[in-house]
Each structure stands twice: as structure tokens, then as C-alpha cells.
């Protein structure tokens, strides 16, 4: 078959761009071509050119998938970059022509849409009245939600949009224009002069345009970079810990957060929030262009063959807003490194080994953030709930913190405990090697989340995950129940891990206060496979989708 797939990022970057939906495109589209298929890639929305018109020009050929890119696309990618640019995210006509062009070029026999973000809503159905079968796997809520993930202003879950009107000022990004000319400047000062020195230039004019801004001013930033913390109260007294049952374990930095850098309110979710979502009416009528948003992201989803999502929350959520429940399927992700992860995990000595022993541990129990510092993936949650726990749980315990992105003011809300570790971003290989370096998961992720990497990451690895009870990990994760929990010894447990309310720190304080008293037993990695209902592998992840074309295929 010859497959045509389209998204907003660089394939050959995966996770490096677009995160978990590149990295699940990328994946699927080498399986495919290692399986015998031609595969083609289409990425939209992130080049642009001083030269004028939109066109599509080839990159690259990646593990055998010939890549191309539209340039001057008129939807910008990301999403957010796009956000006030919805008469052109709803119907791109120009556009679409352009791209069944392309598709004609490469003579594609079906279309895999991973993300539409820099395409236009209309392009589904354009691609259908070409004779070809489109699959759409959502990886978010991208086609009823521009911000994407169902979160008001990134911090709050929406859980009614009211026609469109809550969509208004709900992210802060400026108009597309701009963003646009911004985006094509910086571009062209690569291609003249380098990624190097175009840097040097941008840095240069944002400096002088902020300078302008704040009249010459220092900025917050800058004046926290003055600020000295005050001495070690415990200065003079060297390696003396005569007080040490007394003591309360913390070593005062004594730093100092910038306006900027102090943490945000986030919202708080009920334990049943999933059912409170899906069964509450919801405000459909269309009262602004958000309004018509929506309406036409349905619509377009309603022109697919097949829509796919990993979970079924998702699937019920589209459904809940309007979707075809017959065109919808859940299928799972599989992906090379869960497979490398899980076979680690069953050839390792300690498979049938209990982590944590409370009574007979001779080191801290290991937990461990694997994720971002984006306000969705729920690090604030954490870094609120270990100032909760007692001084005993916290002391027994070890926190190890992997999140890209700016985590200073994280690093200095918890400097003053000695058992949090920041250790910073990570890739694929870090992820298969990082076993041996915890005993649980931690996934307090605030908006409804669909099919996290990072959790199937920690199942594949037969470790224990605590999780925020929103979305998708439902289905997967099973808690103990009441004949489960206690000593467990001399039977196998069942379950694989314990939930708690989105966006509540105490919950997680409780959660990980069992875990280190031995209250909820930890499971060893063969009793974590066991009790896990869903592990998809990535040769039966590439043979599901493989037989969805042929099915549909057979049908047109």
C-alpha cells in the first residue's frame, strides 16, 4: 500500500518536536515502511518563506519514509500559534487543492491524519471526495478545542466550552499576522546566516525591545538575580546533629521567587470527575466563531473513514460532542521502546521482587516525575504535596524529578528538602535505563489526558504508578481492592496502581504516605504485568493499523 501521513512537526525529530503525537506518528510510519508499505509524510504549518505562495517541497527520507513539508501554510502549528486564526483553521480550500496534489504526486492509496494543526478543518472531507479513505487518530482535543487539551487558560479544566464564548481570551497568544512575519523573519536569518548566529539576532532584538519596554528598567528576572539568600542559619555548628530525631530535616536556602516564578492557582478535580465530564450536558449551540470552531471540527471528524483514538475516554468525549459513534475505534500505542522496556523488565533477576519493605528497607523508597514543566502534565501538583508529608514518610523517601523545560522555580520551592532530585529532561535511551533508578510512578497530570506515553512507560516496566483520575489512565490502571490491601504475602496482588483526585496535592500526599508506611503493598514487576489489563506491542500496534487500511481499502 502507499500511505500518505500528515502532522505539524518533523518527523525525524519525534519527541523533540511535538512530543508524544510526533513520536507515535514517527514510530508507525518506520514500522509501516519496514513492513513493505511506501510511506509519505506531510508536515504543515511550521515553514515559512519570504518568498510568497504556498508550496510543497521535499526534506528528507527518514528510516525509508519520504518527508515533505508545506511551505507557507496558511494555519500556523502549533495550535496555540493559531488560535486567533480560525476562519483559516475551519476552511483552507487553497490549501487542501494544494495537498491532494501532493497526494496525487505520491499516489497515495490512503490518508493517516496524526494532527491537522496547520492544515485546514475541510481537508478531511476533501481527501474523502478524492476516492481515498482518511483515518484520523487524536492524540488530543485539538478538532472541539483550540487550545487542545479541554484546559481553561492551561490551568483550569473546561468542562463547557458555552458555545464558543469561554474560548474567548482563553490563551494569551497575539494575532496570527504577526506571529506569522515573526516566524518567516526568523527563518530566513537561518537559511542567510546559520541557526548560530539568527539566534544571536533574536536574542539581541527581544533584549532592545524589552529594554524599550521597561523604559531601561531592570526586569523581575534580572533584579532576582540580585538577590543573595541569607547564610545557613546552621553556619557554625559543622557535622553536629546531636538533634536529629527532633530536627526537622530541611536545609534552609533561603531562596526568593520572582513575581514571575510564583506558582499559579490550578484547578481541583472530584475523584469522579471522567463520569461528571461525560455525562453532563454541554452547551453545543454555536454563539461565536469558537462556536462555528467546533462545529466544524466535528463535522470534519464526521467525514472520516475511521476515527482512532488510543483511549476511550477520548472516543466518548468526541462522541459526547457530536461525532458518529460508528466511525470511532479505540486502538492502542505501541512503540519500539515500550517493547525494549518491557523485555528489560522480564529478563531482569528482580521480576518477581517486591520493591518496598518498610520494615526491612535499607534505602528510601524511589519515586520519580517523568514529563514537563507545563502546567498540564500536574509537576505543580507534586511539588505542593511533599511539603505535606510527615517528616518520617519524607524522609523514607527519594523524589527523582526528569521535566524539560524551565524548572528553576520549581527547584527552589522544594530546595530546602534533600530527598528531591532534579535531574532535568531526558530521552528514549535515559527512559529505558532509568529501571533501576525508582520503584514508583508518578503521574498528576490536571486535564483529561488521553493516552500518556510516560504511563505506559511505567506498566511496561512492571513498576507502580500513582495517577490523577482524570481521562484516560482509567483504563488502565487498577487500584487495589478491599481484600488487596494489608500484608498481601503469600498471594499474588492484583492491581497496579492507586489514583487520586486531579489537581489535589493532599491526595497525593496520602497516596505516597501508604506507599512508604506499607499500608497498599507494591507489587513486583510480573504481578504490575498481570494486573495490567492493556499492553499493546509494537509489532501488534503496526498490524492493527496495517489491516484498518486494508479493511477500509476493501470497502471504498
Not at 251 to 270: A, G, K, Q, W
Request: glycine letters at 8%.
Amino acid at each position: 500500500m502507499r500511505i500518505a501521513i500528515l502532522g505539524w512537526a518533523r518527523l525525524s525529530l519525534q519527541v523533540r518536536e511535538g512530543s508524544g503525537y510526533n513520536l507515535s506518528a514517527s514510530e508507525l510510519a518506520s514500522g509501516l515502511s519496514m513492513t513493505g508499505h511506501h510511506v509519505s509524510y506531510l508536515a504543515s504549518g511550521i515553514r515559512f518563506s519570504l518568498v510568497p505562495g504556498p508550496r510543497v517541497r521535499p526534506t528528507e527520507r527518514w528510516r525509508g519514509v519520504a518527508c515533505f513539508e508545506l511551505v507557507n501554510s496558511p494555519n500556523c502549528a502549533p495550535s496555540a500559534c493559531n488560535f486567533k486564526n480560525v476562519g483559516n483553521e475551519m476552511r483552507s480550500p487553497r490549501q487542501a487543492r494544494l495537498v491532494l496534489r501532493w497526494l496525487d504526486a505520491v499516489r497515495a492509496d490512503a490518508v493517516h491524519v496524526h494532527s491537522l494543526e496547520g492544515f485546514g478543518m475541510d481537508l478531511i472531507a476533501a481527501i474523502r471526495a478524492s476516492g481515498r479513505p482518511v483515518v484520523v487518530t487524536p492524540h488530543n482535543y485539538w478538532f472541539i478545542c483550540p487550545q487542545v487539551d479541554l484546559l481553561h487558560r492551561e490551568t483550569h479544566l473546561c468542562e463547557d466550552y458555552d458555545g464558543g464564548r469561554r474560548c474567548v481570551g482563553c490563551l494569551d497568544s497575539g494575532a496570527y499576522w504577526p506571529q506569522r512575519f515573526k516566524r518567516t523573519l526568523g527563518q530566513a536569518l537561518e537559511s542567510a546566516f546559520g541557526p548560530a548566529l539568527a539566534d544571536i539576532v533574536r536574542k539581541t532584538s527581544y533584549g532592545v525591545v524589552d529594554r524599550f519596554r521597561t523604559n531601561g528598567r531592570e526586569s523581575n528576572d534580572e533584579r532576582a538575580d540580585h538577590d543573595e539568600p541569607k547564610p545557613d542559619p546552621e553556619l557554625g555548628i559543622g557535622f553536629n546533629v546531636d538533634d536529629a530525631a527532633a530536627h526537622t530535616g530541611r536545609i534552609e536556602h533561603n531562596h526568593t521567587l520572582s513575581p514571575d516564578d510564583e506558582p499559579v492557582e490550578l484547578s481541583r478535580s472530584p475523584i469522579d470527575q471522567n463520569e461528571r465530564f461525560l455525562q453532563a450536558d454541554v452547551h453545543l449551540a454555536v454563539l461565536n466563531e469558537y462556536g462555528r470552531r467546533r462545529a466544524a471540527g466535528v463535522e470534519a471528524l464526521n467525514h472520516a473513514s475511521l476515527v482512532t483514538p488510543p483511549s476511550d475516554f477520548v472516543r466518548r468525549v468526541y462522541v459526547r460532542m457530536g461525532v458518529e459513534e460508528s466511525r470511532t475505534r479505540v486502538v492502542r500505542l505501541g512503540q519500539p521502546h515500550f517493547d525494549q522496556i518491557n523485555r528489560r523488565a522480564r529478563r531482569s533477576p528482580y521480576y518477581d521482587t517486591r520493591p518496598w519493605e518498610p520494615r526491612s528497607a535499607r534505602r528510601p523508597l524511589r519515586f520519580v516525575f517523568f514529563g514537563t514543566t507545563r502546567h498540564n502534565k500536574g509537576l505543580d501538583v507534586l511539588i505542593r504535596a511533599i511539603p505535606l508529608l510527615d517528616r518520617d514518610v519524607r524522609q523514607r523517601s527519594q523524589f527523582l524529578i526528569r521535566a524539560s523545560g524551565w524548572d528553576w522555580p520549581f527547584r527552589r520551592r522544594v530546595a530546602e528538602y534533600p530527598e528531591v532530585q532534579f535531574a532535568g529532561g531526558y530521552d528514549l535511551l535515559q527512559l529505558i535505563g532509568a529501571w533501576g533508578e525508582y520503584d514508583v510512578g508518578l503521574l498528576p497530570h490536571i486535564w483529561f489526558e488521553n493516552s500518556p506515553l510516560v504511563m505506559l512507560e511505567h506498566l511496561h516496566a512492571g513498576r507502580m504508578m500513582i495517577a490523577s483520575r482524570l481521562g484516560g489512565p482509567v483504563e488502565w490502571i487498577v487500584e487495589p481492592g478491599d481484600e488487596q490491601n494489608g500484608t498481601g504475602e503469600g498471594r499474588a496482588l492484583r492491581y497496579n496502581g492507586l489514583f487520586f483526585p486531579g489537581g489535589d496535592p493532599e491526595g497525593l500526599a496520602e497516596r505516597i504516605t501508604q506507599l512508604v508506611t506499607g499500608e497498599i503493598i507494591i507489587p513486583s514487576p510480573r504481578e504490575i504485568h498481570a494486573a495490567t489489563p492493556i499492553l499493546q506491542s509494537y509489532p501488534d500496534h503496526i498490524a492493527e493499523v496495517e489491516s484498518i487500511y486494508r479493511e477500509l481499502l476493501a470497502g471504498a
